[in-house]
């Protein structure tokens, strides 16, 4: 080893960065035998000319080597990271590396980092920190009272996910720094706790966008607090906030509670001539994510009163979701929307996109009452119609669809067009 450590030597007194990596790396190579301290000193001090005097490559490889070459890299490390005069990235890699070790040192001069007007050596000793766990909580939490180190503090913490972390976050959500606030109340949101939902609440009227999306979509996932919190009425003014953003993360927050209640807020934001078509359309997704028979009636209201409105991106948004209902006791009732739509013959359904998405939907659903449906819509003059309507005969039933094909082109009676998308299905539907 002290060979490799020589050839380092020479190496670094040429200045040959990338060539002292791979002697190092040799050093603490896999399988290698323990080294004693003064050749580990003398292999640190090497490694860390590669990381003050490399370049983001050659810093890159020394940091996968310094944890290895144990506590003896620590004090080396933290006084490149304290060098006021060194280049950012230099330092940067220090507290990326320091991260390695968990210990009071390390820790401490952590902190001081984060104090640093360097924006970037503030966040990455923060992230450190926070990748620590719950040593570094309480020195994070000291952070806190400075409003210089109060952002990175928080986003440190934000990281931790301990119920240790909540006392430190649930002091800030009132803080006049916007990131701060969002920070707080996006960390806030992964615990189970009763001190938390009323801030989510309170957040709900913040002046700031950002602080009301992390609110919104922190209730979002507490539908089980419906019943004590009258989740759709809190979340309900959301919906015409100022800023799109919110609304669309309002209407999914209440399409997870899945009641008639959530349902009926949805369906009237849905059919509002004021309601943008973007929001229309998340709104239909949020509707479909219900997963209750009154959402779906409310979709199927929409989707008729739409039919009239051509080039429609709401039918087409509409369709596309029951095609992905999912559960049992829903997916018969999709289907049957689907299907009076394609029997009722209306100019909408005339649109290639809109036959190619019923076809895909129905499908998807493998509802057996559409066989015969998709193989009429074999007569398309669209091609890629006639190819979505032949997956989807093999979604419902591929040996029946199949067997049923067979017979209808060997009838002297068929419609030509209808007998030559027969015919075409089966040339690209293997017999296995």
Not at 315 to 329: A, S
Request: aromatic content about 4%.
């Amino acid at each position: 080893m002290s060979n490799f450590l020589e050839q380092g030597q020479v190496a670094a007194d040429r200045q040959n960065w990338s060539g002292l990596v791979e002697c190092l790396q040799q050093v603490t190579a896999k399988g290698s035998k323990p080294q004693e301290q003064h050749i580990l000193d003398r292999a640190v001090s090497l490694a860390i000319q590669a990381l003050e005097w490399g370049d983001f490559q050659d810093r890159w490889e020394i940091a996968k080597v310094l944890p290895n070459l144990g506590n003896g890299a620590i004090a080396p490390l933290i006084a490149v990271l304290e060098d006021a005069d060194a280049d950012t990235e230099p330092r940067w890699f220090a507290a990326r590396i320091l991260g390695n070790f968990d210990r009071p040192e390390v820790i401490q001069a952590l902190v001081e980092l984060v104090k640093n007007s360097d924006e970037e050596l503030s966040q990455i000793a923060a992230e450190t920190l926070g990748n620590f766990g719950p040593t570094a909580i309480e020195s994070l939490a000291t952070l806190l009272l400075q409003e210089d180190s109060r952002q990175f503090a928080t986003a440190a913490l934000a990281q931790i996910r301990r119920t240790e972390t909540i006392p430190p976050l649930l002091s800030v959500v009132g803080d006049s720094q916007v990131a701060v606030r969002a920070h707080a109340i996006e960390a806030l949101s992964s615990f189970r706790d009763s001190r938390i939902p009323p801030v989510l609440i309170a957040a709900l009227k913040d002046p700031a966008t950002a602080v009301r999306k992390e609110a919104v979509r922190a209730l979002g996932v507490r539908a089980y607090l419906d019943a004590e919190l009258d989740l759709v009425n809190l979340l309900k003014p959301l919906l015409s906030d100022i800023r799109l953003e919110v609304c669309k993360l309002a209407a999914i927050a209440i399409g997870r509670v899945k009641t008639d209640a959530a349902a009926a807020a949805l369906f009237e934001l849905l059919r509002s001539p004021t309601t943008p078509v973007e929001l229309q359309i998340e709104t239909v997704r949020a509707l479909s994510w219900s997963e209750t028979a009154v959402a779906l009636e409310y979709l199927q209201q929409t989707l008729i009163a739409e039919l009239n409105n051509t080039n429609s991106p709401i039918c087409q948004e509409i369709i596309t979701v029951l095609g992905r209902v999912e559960k049992p006791e829903l997916k018969a009732k999709a289907a049957e929307i689907m299907l009076d739509l394609l029997e009722s013959n209306h100019p909408a359904v005339h649109s290639a996109a809109i036959k190619q998405s019923l076809a895909l939907g129905l499908g998807q659903l493998g509802d057996i009452r559409a066989l015969d449906v998709l193989i009429q819509l074999l007569a398309d003059a669209d091609n890629s119609t006639r190819l979505h309507c032949t997956a989807a005969l093999k979604q419902l039933n591929a040996i029946e669809a199949r067997q049923q094909l067979e017979v209808l082109v060997n009838q002297e009676s068929l419609e030509p067009r209808l007998k030559q998308g027969i015919a075409i299905a089966l040339q690209e539907w293997p017999e296995n």
